[in-house]
């Protein structure tokens, strides 16, 4: 115990010496408080009652800064960036890292970063002053890496994940996606957002695309490719095909053979081509409505493919020409997709059927005031939906306004025809030759992975894309990959979670971790500063797995 007088009062403090580099050196300080102080919490009374309580958060961003520290993903991005600024209070390592962080718990802007800060235990975690939180300091941070400086730090960031948690690397799932911002439409700052095809509804906004690949084990994404929002999937394929080649090489066995699964929207024969080009092995799928004669193999000929992994499904190989090239294709039929689209079908025919209804009473009533045309285009937009116009039956009558009527029926044997035909199938096709067709299937399947993680980045809660206020091109492509690399962080927690027997969501995950929090009791102090006290809040049995699997007592304060 030392004492150290300040003015006139002297405080104590608990130290530990150790010799390092043969001389002696103080390694940990512990303020005790006064003599008073002392002696007070000596007693049997105690410390007395707390004059106020915080609560802070703490599982949550602790678990995501120790997978962050797994990874070195700090000291990657401050190889690539270089010697950090001398007037920087912290690396650009450090401040992607903060972000990145902060993606996967609470996502929100730079401008609002410090505030949440304060309510987390983060100022354990890392030492940074609040003052070097502004949101200028991260901007500064992100100006240090082009493209070429990003595509080194997620290639060196996929080896560290593929390395540091044993990622299986023979199967990858490929998808794309875009994303809206609210970027105005005079700013030629940013040309990677434009309008385009958007995959959220949002066609009055500009988009940002992201081309994302996954693995089968665990979901978790080792490229991420942005490119502009007017592009379409199948251009950028190729750009996404060989980025992943490169980090493929580098990190895989020099034998190792990958086999890329992707869907329709992505296929044309050059594409196709590229792959072979590039030595890679795919599972695809092709447009049913394109390959009539396998649509119609009767039933019977299909047989269960694997009653055990997939209930309900069953299969027929041949061999048929597609995109160029004679190619080995399966024809499966679901029991579970076919029931699902059967409801989805009924329900699309009873919202036209509202639709028409309530075009009927307006004619009925002889308040029309489109002719005849204006009313066959009405109709018209309303049989639009797929499959409808091969059942519905709609007639109309008369020519002037207050003569025309509309009727309508559903065809119930060819509704019956079309389920045959085309519900519950899909066509896969793959370059596997030697592959048992359950394993296609499971191939196929995994490209789930990647629309799973799509789905997550446009959670607003949780590991989010969105808030995005950036708007010149060079910050929108880092916070594209430390959005990825926030992604990566999630399912590399959920992984490890589910090896260790608990298979929750991401969303679930973070929510059990999020009730691990800190709570700081404040005593009153003689000198006037409070003393504080630090303790975790009680946990549940899943909290407790999850605080000893991921090793949060490294972070946990001292009592």
């Not at 150290?4 to 150790?18: M, P």
């Not at 050196?25 to 915080?54: C, N």
């Not at 009924?346 to 005849?372: C, F, H, M, S």
Request: net charge positive.
């Amino acid at each position: 115990m030392v004492a150290k007088k300040q003015g006139r009062r002297t405080y104590y403090y608990l130290v530990e010496s150790a010799r390092v580099g043969g001389k002696p050196r103080i390694v940990s300080q512990r303020y005790l408080g006064s003599a008073e102080e002392v002696a007070a919490r000596l007693s049997e009374a105690g410390p007395g009652e707390p004059e106020r309580t915080r609560h802070l958060a703490f599982g949550d961003l602790a678990a995501a800064w120790g997978i962050l520290q797994r990874l070195g993903y700090a000291a990657i991005v401050d190889e690539v960036a270089g010697e950090r600024r001398a007037d920087a209070a912290a690396s650009a390592g450090t401040y992607l890292a903060l972000a990145c962080a902060n993606r996967v718990v609470a996502p929100r802007s730079k401008r609002a970063f410090a505030d949440w800060w304060a309510t987390t235990a983060g100022d354990r975690l890392t030492r940074v002053p609040r003052a070097a939180l502004d949101h200028r300091r991260f901007w500064d941070a992100m100006d240090l890496l082009d493209q070429a400086a990003l595509t080194g730090v997620e290639r060196r960031l996929a080896a560290a994940m593929a390395a540091e948690f044993g990622l299986g690397l023979s199967g990858m799932a490929l998808d794309m996606t875009n994303f809206a911002t609210y970027i105005d439409t005079g700013n030629e700052k940013a040309p990677i957002a434009q309008r385009g095809h958007a995959k959220q509804k949002r066609a009055d906004l500009r988009l940002v695309g992201l081309g994302m690949v996954v693995t089968r084990d665990g979901g978790i994404p080792l490229v991420g490719h942005a490119y502009p929002g007017n592009h379409n999937d199948v251009k950028v394929f190729p750009d996404v095909i060989d980025e992943l080649v490169a980090r493929y090489r580098a990190i895989a066995a020099a034998d190792q053979e990958l086999t890329v699964v992707f869907d329709a929207g992505q296929n044309s024969a050059d594409n196709f081509t590229h792959l072979a080009d590039a030595g890679l092995q795919f599972a695809g799928s092709l447009p049913p409505s394109d390959y009539p004669d396998l649509l119609a193999i009767p039933a019977r000929r299909l047989a269960v493919i694997d009653a055990g992994r997939f209930p309900g499904l069953t299969g027929y190989e041949t061999r048929a020409t597609a995109l160029g090239a004679d190619r080995r294709v399966i024809l499966t039929h679901s029991a579970t997709l076919h029931a699902s689209q059967s409801r989805g079908f009924d329900q699309t025919i009873a919202k036209a059927a509202r639709k028409l209804a309530e075009l009927a009473a307006v004619l009925d009533g002889g308040r029309a005031r489109r002719d005849r045309p204006g009313v066959e285009a009405r109709i018209a937009r309303i049989t639009r939906p797929r499959w409808l116009g091969r059942v519905l039956r709609v007639t109309l009558t008369g020519d002037k306004p207050s003569q025309m009527r509309v009727s309508w029926t559903v065809d119930d044997t060819a509704r019956r025809e079309l389920a045959a035909e085309l519900f519950g199938k899909r066509i896969l096709v793959t370059s596997r030759d030697e592959w048992p067709a359950a394993e296609v299937v499971a191939g196929y399947r995994s490209q789930s992975d990647a629309e799973a993680g799509f789905r997550q980045l446009k959670d607003p809660k949780v590991v989010s894309f969105s808030p995005m206020w950036h708007w010149t091109d060079s910050k929108i492509r880092v916070h594209v990959s430390y959005c990825v690399t926030a992604l990566a962080v999630a399912h590399l927690m959920r992984r490890q979670a589910r090896n260790d027997g608990l298979d929750l969501s991401v969303r679930e995950l973070l929510g059990e971790l999020a009730g691990i929090q800190e709570t700081v009791l404040l005593y009153p102090s003689a000198a006037g500063r409070p003393r504080a006290r630090r303790m975790l809040t009680d946990m549940s049995l899943t909290q407790q797995h999850l605080y000893e699997l991921f090793g949060l007592d490294r972070y946990a304060p001292l009592r």
